[in-house]
Nanobody, 129 residues
Framework: QVQLVESGGGLAQPGGSLRLSCAAS????????MGWFRQAPGKEREFVAG????????AYPDSVKGRFTISRDNAKNTLYLQMDSLKPEDTALYFC??????????????????????WGQGTQVTVSS
């Protein structure tokens, strides 16, 4: 049984940075694509970033492109999300998720929640002055 545990959330000021981590256990982390999603109160869960199984390809929506960076360390079974230039609208519960495949050919494939089979419980990120 795969388990994903997020950490690193907290309170940040606008323009600040946070680094989220997602520790994976119980499966072969290095064989699958991974993703980050977020959900703000009263809103649907949305895609934030995706990465293929070896970290050679990444995907971001325009809302975070240039500010967020997804990476992975397969030796440590850990996924990361570096978040810079944070904005109040980045406030949300952030989830990591394990893909069903090693990689996806299209950007839209990374955005679909059905393409992920295991999810963490989330870590809260609040951006406020």
């Amino acid at each position: 049984q795969v388990q994903l545990v997020e950490s690193g959330g907290g309170l940040a000021q606008p323009g600040g940075s946070l680094r989220l981590s997602c520790a994976a256990s119980g499966g072969t982390f290095s064989r699958y694509a991974m993703g980050w999603f977020r959900q703000a109160p009263g809103k649907e869960r949305e895609f934030v970033a995706g990465i293929n199984y070896i970290g050679g390809s990444t995907a971001y929506p325009d809302s975070v492109k240039g500010r967020f960076t997804i990476s992975r360390d397969n030796a440590k079974n850990t996924l990361y999300l570096q978040m810079d230039s944070l904005k109040p609208e980045d406030t949300a519960l952030y989830f990591c998720a394990k893909g069903r495949e090693p990689w996806y050919p299209r950007y839209s494939d990374y955005t679909r929640m059905n393409n992920y089979d295991y999810w963490g419980q989330g870590t809260q990120v609040t951006v406020s002055s």
